[in-house]
T-cell receptor, first 112, second 114 residues
Framework: AQSVTQPDIHITVSEGASLELRCNYS??????LFWYVQSPGQGLQLLLK??????LVQGIKGFEAEFKRSQSSFNLRKPSVHWSDAAEYFC??????????FGTGTQLKVEL | EAGVTQFPSHSVIEKGQTVTLRCDPI?????LYWYRRVMGKEIKFLLH????????ESGMPNNRFLAERTGGTYSTLKVQPAELEDSGVYFC????????????FGNGTRLTVT
Protein backbone atom coordinates (compact mmCIF):
# COMPACT_ATOMS: atom_id res chain seq x y z
CA ALA A 1 0.00 0.00 0.00
CA GLN A 2 1.19 3.49 -0.73
CA SER A 3 1.62 6.08 1.98
CA VAL A 4 2.99 9.53 2.66
CA THR A 5 4.55 10.66 5.92
CA GLN A 6 5.00 14.25 6.96
CA PRO A 7 6.81 13.97 10.28
CA ASP A 8 6.36 17.60 11.33
CA ILE A 9 2.82 18.58 12.27
CA HIS A 10 3.75 22.17 13.15
CA ILE A 11 6.75 24.27 12.15
CA THR A 12 7.51 27.87 13.13
CA VAL A 13 10.08 29.96 11.30
CA SER A 14 11.01 33.63 11.32
CA GLU A 15 10.24 35.73 8.29
CA GLY A 16 13.28 35.75 5.99
CA ALA A 17 14.58 32.44 7.30
CA SER A 18 14.94 29.37 5.13
CA LEU A 19 12.38 26.58 5.20
CA GLU A 20 12.44 22.85 4.66
CA LEU A 21 9.35 20.67 5.05
CA ARG A 22 9.95 16.96 5.14
CA CYS A 23 8.09 14.31 3.21
CA ASN A 24 8.74 10.58 2.97
CA TYR A 25 6.76 8.20 0.84
CA SER A 26 6.23 4.51 0.42
CA UNK A 27 5.40 3.23 -3.05
CA UNK A 28 6.36 0.16 -5.03
CA UNK A 29 7.26 1.95 -8.25
CA UNK A 30 8.26 5.42 -9.38
CA UNK A 31 5.78 7.78 -7.78
CA UNK A 32 4.25 10.97 -9.01
CA LEU A 33 4.66 13.53 -6.23
CA PHE A 34 3.10 16.88 -5.49
CA TRP A 35 3.10 19.58 -2.88
CA TYR A 36 -0.17 21.41 -2.26
CA VAL A 37 -0.78 24.38 0.02
CA GLN A 38 -3.94 25.47 1.78
CA SER A 39 -4.05 29.02 3.02
CA PRO A 40 -6.71 29.99 5.56
CA GLY A 41 -10.15 30.06 3.96
CA GLN A 42 -8.81 28.89 0.64
CA GLY A 43 -8.81 25.71 -1.35
CA LEU A 44 -5.81 23.50 -2.03
CA GLN A 45 -3.36 25.05 -4.47
CA LEU A 46 -0.73 23.10 -6.38
CA LEU A 47 2.80 24.34 -5.59
CA LEU A 48 4.80 21.93 -7.71
CA LYS A 49 4.91 18.43 -9.10
CA UNK A 50 7.42 15.72 -9.94
CA UNK A 51 6.67 13.20 -12.65
CA UNK A 52 10.10 12.30 -14.04
CA UNK A 53 13.34 13.82 -15.24
CA UNK A 54 15.20 16.45 -13.25
CA UNK A 55 14.92 15.58 -9.58
CA LEU A 56 14.94 19.23 -8.50
CA VAL A 57 11.63 20.82 -9.41
CA GLN A 58 10.69 24.45 -9.22
CA GLY A 59 7.25 25.62 -8.25
CA ILE A 60 5.26 28.75 -7.71
CA LYS A 61 5.93 31.33 -4.99
CA GLY A 62 9.66 30.54 -4.93
CA PHE A 63 9.29 26.98 -3.67
CA GLU A 64 11.33 24.01 -4.85
CA ALA A 65 11.44 20.32 -3.99
CA GLU A 66 13.98 17.59 -4.52
CA PHE A 67 13.10 13.98 -5.28
CA LYS A 68 15.54 11.55 -3.67
CA ARG A 69 14.74 7.98 -4.61
CA SER A 70 17.38 6.48 -2.30
CA GLN A 71 15.79 8.20 0.68
CA SER A 72 12.17 7.95 -0.51
CA SER A 73 11.88 11.65 0.14
CA PHE A 74 10.45 14.72 -1.53
CA ASN A 75 11.27 17.65 0.75
CA LEU A 76 9.96 21.13 0.06
CA ARG A 77 12.28 24.11 0.41
CA LYS A 78 12.21 27.87 0.22
CA PRO A 79 15.30 30.05 0.80
CA SER A 80 13.49 32.97 2.40
CA VAL A 81 10.02 32.70 3.93
CA HIS A 82 7.46 35.49 3.70
CA TRP A 83 4.67 36.08 6.22
CA SER A 84 2.14 35.19 3.51
CA ASP A 85 3.57 31.66 3.35
CA ALA A 86 1.84 30.79 6.62
CA ALA A 87 -0.47 27.94 5.64
CA GLU A 88 -0.82 24.18 5.74
CA TYR A 89 1.32 22.19 3.33
CA PHE A 90 0.51 18.74 2.01
CA CYS A 91 2.81 16.24 0.34
CA UNK A 92 0.83 14.08 -2.08
CA UNK A 93 1.54 10.88 -3.99
CA UNK A 94 -0.10 9.07 -6.87
CA UNK A 95 0.77 6.24 -9.18
CA UNK A 96 -0.26 8.37 -12.16
CA UNK A 97 -3.99 8.75 -11.85
CA UNK A 98 -5.77 11.38 -9.83
CA UNK A 99 -6.61 9.18 -6.86
CA UNK A 100 -4.27 11.04 -4.57
CA UNK A 101 -2.70 9.88 -1.31
CA PHE A 102 -2.15 12.78 1.06
CA GLY A 103 0.19 13.20 3.97
CA THR A 104 -1.28 14.52 7.21
CA GLY A 105 -0.05 18.03 6.49
CA THR A 106 2.43 20.44 8.08
CA GLN A 107 1.12 23.67 9.56
CA LEU A 108 3.59 26.50 8.97
CA LYS A 109 3.63 29.55 11.23
CA VAL A 110 5.76 32.55 10.29
CA GLU A 111 6.96 34.87 13.01
CA LEU A 112 7.48 38.51 12.08
CA GLU B 1 -11.70 31.06 -15.71
CA ALA B 2 -13.93 30.45 -12.74
CA GLY B 3 -12.53 27.94 -10.28
CA VAL B 4 -14.19 25.00 -8.57
CA THR B 5 -16.98 26.25 -6.37
CA GLN B 6 -18.55 24.46 -3.43
CA PHE B 7 -21.73 25.22 -1.54
CA PRO B 8 -22.31 25.68 1.30
CA SER B 9 -19.02 26.71 2.83
CA HIS B 10 -20.20 25.61 6.26
CA SER B 11 -23.03 23.37 7.43
CA VAL B 12 -24.05 22.48 10.96
CA ILE B 13 -26.65 19.74 11.32
CA GLU B 14 -27.87 17.37 13.99
CA LYS B 15 -27.19 13.67 14.01
CA GLY B 16 -29.80 11.88 11.94
CA GLN B 17 -30.48 14.79 9.61
CA THR B 18 -29.70 14.95 5.91
CA VAL B 19 -27.21 17.27 4.24
CA THR B 20 -26.45 17.82 0.57
CA LEU B 21 -23.18 19.33 -0.57
CA ARG B 22 -22.78 20.77 -4.04
CA CYS B 23 -19.76 21.14 -6.29
CA ASP B 24 -19.50 23.05 -9.55
CA PRO B 25 -16.34 22.04 -11.41
CA ILE B 26 -14.39 24.15 -13.85
CA UNK B 27 -16.27 24.32 -17.13
CA UNK B 28 -15.11 21.65 -19.54
CA UNK B 29 -13.57 19.42 -16.89
CA UNK B 30 -14.96 15.93 -17.34
CA UNK B 31 -13.27 14.58 -14.21
CA LEU B 32 -14.70 15.41 -10.82
CA TYR B 33 -13.46 14.13 -7.49
CA TRP B 34 -14.63 14.23 -3.90
CA TYR B 35 -12.17 14.10 -1.02
CA ARG B 36 -12.73 14.38 2.73
CA ARG B 37 -10.67 15.38 5.73
CA VAL B 38 -11.95 14.35 9.10
CA MET B 39 -10.53 16.04 12.18
CA GLY B 40 -6.84 15.34 12.72
CA LYS B 41 -6.58 12.93 9.84
CA GLU B 42 -5.27 13.10 6.31
CA ILE B 43 -7.33 14.08 3.30
CA LYS B 44 -8.80 10.95 1.76
CA PHE B 45 -10.27 10.12 -1.62
CA LEU B 46 -13.99 9.40 -1.76
CA LEU B 47 -14.88 9.01 -5.41
CA HIS B 48 -14.23 9.99 -9.02
CA UNK B 49 -16.68 10.87 -11.77
CA UNK B 50 -15.93 10.93 -15.47
CA UNK B 51 -18.74 13.01 -16.88
CA UNK B 52 -21.84 11.51 -15.27
CA UNK B 53 -20.38 8.06 -14.61
CA UNK B 54 -18.78 6.91 -11.38
CA UNK B 55 -15.28 5.79 -12.33
CA UNK B 56 -14.12 4.86 -8.85
CA GLU B 57 -16.13 5.00 -5.64
CA SER B 58 -13.82 2.86 -3.54
CA GLY B 59 -13.36 5.57 -0.94
CA MET B 60 -17.02 6.05 -0.06
CA PRO B 61 -17.28 5.12 3.63
CA ASN B 62 -20.73 3.52 3.64
CA ASN B 63 -24.15 3.58 2.02
CA ARG B 64 -25.21 6.68 3.91
CA PHE B 65 -23.24 8.63 1.32
CA LEU B 66 -24.70 9.15 -2.15
CA ALA B 67 -22.94 11.09 -4.88
CA GLU B 68 -24.51 12.12 -8.15
CA ARG B 69 -23.48 14.04 -11.22
CA THR B 70 -26.52 14.24 -13.43
CA GLY B 71 -25.74 15.63 -16.88
CA GLY B 72 -22.03 15.54 -16.20
CA THR B 73 -21.88 19.08 -14.86
CA TYR B 74 -22.25 19.83 -11.16
CA SER B 75 -22.16 17.13 -8.52
CA THR B 76 -23.92 16.60 -5.22
CA LEU B 77 -22.88 14.56 -2.22
CA LYS B 78 -25.70 13.63 0.12
CA VAL B 79 -25.22 12.27 3.61
CA GLN B 80 -28.35 10.58 4.99
CA PRO B 81 -28.62 10.13 7.92
CA ALA B 82 -25.61 12.04 9.16
CA GLU B 83 -23.54 10.65 12.00
CA LEU B 84 -21.06 12.40 14.31
CA GLU B 85 -18.08 10.81 12.56
CA ASP B 86 -19.10 12.41 9.27
CA SER B 87 -17.89 15.79 10.54
CA GLY B 88 -14.99 17.17 8.54
CA VAL B 89 -14.11 19.16 5.47
CA TYR B 90 -15.34 17.88 2.13
CA PHE B 91 -13.31 18.94 -0.88
CA CYS B 92 -14.28 18.78 -4.49
CA UNK B 93 -11.75 18.87 -7.32
CA UNK B 94 -11.86 18.73 -11.08
CA UNK B 95 -9.42 18.08 -13.91
CA UNK B 96 -9.38 17.88 -17.68
CA UNK B 97 -7.79 14.47 -17.78
CA UNK B 98 -7.77 11.67 -15.26
CA UNK B 99 -4.06 11.03 -15.74
CA UNK B 100 -1.20 13.39 -14.96
CA UNK B 101 -3.51 16.37 -15.08
CA UNK B 102 -3.40 18.73 -12.11
CA UNK B 103 -6.42 18.79 -9.84
CA UNK B 104 -8.12 22.10 -9.17
CA PHE B 105 -9.65 22.09 -5.71
CA GLY B 106 -12.56 24.04 -4.31
CA ASN B 107 -12.44 25.77 -0.93
CA GLY B 108 -14.24 22.88 0.73
CA THR B 109 -17.42 22.51 2.77
CA ARG B 110 -16.94 22.26 6.51
CA LEU B 111 -19.59 19.88 7.88
CA THR B 112 -20.29 19.70 11.58
CA VAL B 113 -22.65 17.04 12.90
CA THR B 114 -23.80 17.62 16.48
Amino acid sequence: AQSVTQPDIHITVSEGASLELRCNYSYGATPYLFWYVQSPGQGLQLLLKYFSGDTLVQGIKGFEAEFKRSQSSFNLRKPSVHWSDAAEYFCVLTGGGNKLTFGTGTQLKVEL
Amino acid sequence: EAGVTQFPSHSVIEKGQTVTLRCDPISGHDNLYWYRRVMGKEIKFLLHFVKESKQDESGMPNNRFLAERTGGTYSTLKVQPAELEDSGVYFCASSQSSYNSPLHFGNGTRLTVT
